[in-house]
């Protein structure tokens, strides 16, 4: 995700600053190269030489002659993007204000006037993160296009964000951004159909495609909505459903004011009366399924001109086969293309997928994160 992105990873003096050193080896891992910057109060907390450890790279403590927030941070300087992870009510304030009398702060002010990407990720307590003052530089610093990874709010205290969100944070504000300001609404996993209070109808469907789609739009500049059932991610507002009805109804109350529905999830196709009270057990029981409406219909009957991408999953069938199947639901629905694939890779963390659109039929295979990555790029193409 961060291949060949070098990042300057600015610590203030959080106790949160704990975490810098597998914040450092997980944007590594994503292929980041990283140069820790220290304030004098974060090395309180972690010592330098984890830093040092952590990165493979000298940390900067203190600025020299060698200027080393020019170097890092300035005009063709080695930084692609600065990281501030933890940053300090102290430190938001004082980038706000163009105070620079730490090393982290000298690097933002460096950053921010040579047009370097500038990520921040608080860490305080609760109060401090709800202090006017605070809460104002924030609101500066985003009007300066500086982005911000919300912090968790528990316990008291805003928690700095978890290494996914701030990994996110960090590609999204990257990239070259080709869904910047769209509203792209995506669907995800399984819906279920309740039989009694206990029971439910439902498939296996994990919801891995939807959540990575619903990411790589996010990272692509686009603001996300996830409707599945499933928790609150940090890269999508999410509408939580069970049942097919809720999700159509969820999709619904967004669809006006989205550019695109990408329907990954695997809607239930059929539903049932639902029984008051748990059924017994032990006897023979007949249920009769009601067909649910089909969502991308719906949608295309409120919505002509909503670009729609949907999804076709089969079992054991060829590709020819598969295709006819996709281009079935692409006419019926006038969708943009459809995802098709074979329902063996549900729950797994790679794909094989025939893109089918009216003028072709590509094949992609590979981890679905990557498989996501092209249909975003693909859904930009079609605006």
């Avoid at 029971?199 to 739009?217: D, F, I, P, Q, Y």
């Avoid at 996830?226 to 109350?253: F, I, K, N, Q």
């Avoid at 639902?274 to 057990?281: G, H, Q, V, Y």
Wanted: include cysteine; glycine fraction near 8%.
């Amino acid at each position: 995700m961060l291949e060949g992105v070098n990042v300057a990873l600015g610590v203030s003096g959080s106790i949160a600053a704990v975490k810098t050193v597998e914040l450092a080896h997980e944007l590594r891992r994503q292929g980041a190269a990283v140069r820790a910057v220290t304030t004098d109060a974060s090395r309180g907390i972690v010592h330098p030489w984890s830093l040092e450890f952590a990165t493979q790279q000298p940390v900067v403590t203190e600025l020299t002659g060698a200027v080393e927030h020019v170097a890092l941070c300035g005009h063709d300087g080695w930084a692609d993007v600065l990281l501030l992870a933890p940053a300090t009510a102290n430190t938001v304030g004082k980038v706000a204000a163009a105070i620079d009398d730490t090393p982290v702060t000298t690097c933002a002010t460096t950053a921010l006037g040579a047009g370097v990407p500038v990520v921040v990720a608080p860490a305080m307590h609760e109060p401090m993160y709800d202090h006017p003052g605070v809460l104002a530089s924030i609101e500066t610093l985003e009007e300066w296009g500086v982005g911000f990874v919300d912090p968790r709010i528990e316990e008291g205290k805003a928690k700095i964000a978890t290494e996914e969100a701030i990994v996110l944070g960090v590609a999204r504000a990257v990239g070259d951004a080709p869904l910047d300001g769209r509203h792209v609404v995506v669907t995800s996993g399984a819906t279920s159909e309740a039989i009694d209070p206990v029971r439910l109808l439902t498939n296996r469907a994990s919801g891995k495609m939807g959540r990575e789609v619903a990411k790589a739009c996010y990272v692509r500049g686009a603001d996300v909505t996830l409707v599945h059932d499933g928790p609150e991610v940090p890269y999508a507002d999410v509408l939580s459903v069970e049942s097919a009805a809720e999700m159509l109804e969820a999709v619904r109350s967004v669809a006006a004011d989205a550019d695109a529905l990408v329907s990954a999830a695997a809607i239930g196709d059929y539903t049932v009366e639902t029984a008051p009270e748990k059924l017994s057990s032990g006897r023979e029981l007949t249920l009769e399924l009601e067909p649910t409406p089909k969502l991308i219909d719906e949608v295309r009957a409120d919505h002509p001109d909503l670009p729609i991408v949907g999804f076709k999953v089969e079992t054991d069938v060829d590709d020819e086969t598969l295709v006819d199947r996709a281009r079935e639901t692409l006419e019926r629905a006038d969708l943009a293309f459809v995802v098709a694939n074979d329902a063996a890779v549900m729950g797994e963390d790679g794909t094989r997928t025939l893109f089918v659109s009216p003028e072709a039929v590509d094949e992609h295979v590979g981890s679905k994160a990557a498989i996501a990555a092209v249909l975003a790029e693909r859904l930009a193409d079609e605006f």
